[in-house]
Structures are given as structure tokens and as C-alpha cells.
Nanobody
Framework: VQLQASGGGLVQAGGSLRLSCAAS????????MGWFRQGPGKEREFVAA????????KFADSVKGRFAISRDDAKNTVYLQMNSLKPEDSAVYYC????????????????????WGQGTLVTVSS
């Protein structure tokens, strides 16, 4: 599967953005998906994940209550809705996919994902 992330941009603190990750290839509905981010000079960190069933989601503590993850398998797309954005949310955001997990499975380690999108830049101004 190939992944294409989009939707990044410049937003003021307190604003919202919705990132999209479009997948090409077959069997997208069988992929567990995740979002990660990487700020300048920082390691890639987990943001959110969703199981392939869509029934289970997981968030980093830093974004819990502000971000939401969802998927539309008919459109081969996973979304990251980001609300109440803070300057510390500024980073390049990446989507990732992994096949073969249990129905409620999700992953929070970047090393466990097999497929990655190219990243989309989010900048939150104060």
C-alpha cells in the first residue's frame, strides 16, 4: 500500500486542522493505521492509532481530548482531526500502516509499522 498525507498548514494557536492519509492499493480496510509526528531535532513520536476495524483508537497523552482519529474505508482514507492546537503541536506529521493485527489491535511504536506516508507539515503560531 502507498500512503499520501495531506492537510497540513499554518494555523494559529487554538485553531483546528484535519489531516488526511489516502491509501492506494488493495485491502486498506485490513490495515491498522497510525499518525506520528516529528519536530525539529526530535525523535518521531506517536500521536494516534486506529485498529483496522475502526472500533479501537489510542492517543498520546499530549493530544488526548484534542485530537480524533477516524477512517473511511470506502475512501481508503484515515483522518486526524486536530483541535485546540498548541505551538508544541508543530511538527511534520506522518501516517503509517500495518497489516495483520488482531481486530482490536493498534501500534504505538514507529518501528512496528511497515508503510509510511511522506509527511505533511503543521505549524501552529502563538
Amino acid at each position: 500500500v502507498q500512503l499520501q498525507a495531506s492537510g497540513g498548514g499554518l494555523v494559529q494557536a487554538g485553531g483546528s486542522l484535519r489531516l488526511s492519509c489516502a491509501a492506494s492499493g488493495r485491502a486498506f480496510g485490513s490495515y491498522s493505521m497510525g499518525w506520528f509526528r516529528q519536530g525539529p531535532g526530535k525523535e518521531r513520536e506517536f500521536v494516534a492509532a486506529i485498529s483496522w476495524t475502526g472500533a479501537v483508537t489510542k492517543f498520546a497523552d499530549s493530544v488526548k481530548g484534542r485530537f480524533a482519529i477516524s477512517r473511511d474505508d470506502a475512501k481508503n482514507t484515515v483522518y486526524l482531526q486536530m483541535n485546540s492546537l498548541k505551538p508544541e503541536d508543530s511538527a511534520v506529521y506522518y501516517c503509517a500502516g500495518r497489516l495483520g493485527l488482531a481486530p482490536g489491535g493498534y501500534l504505538s511504536s514507529p518501528a512496528e509499522y511497515d508503510y509510511w506516508g511522506q509527511g505533511t507539515l503543521v505549524t501552529v503560531s502563538s
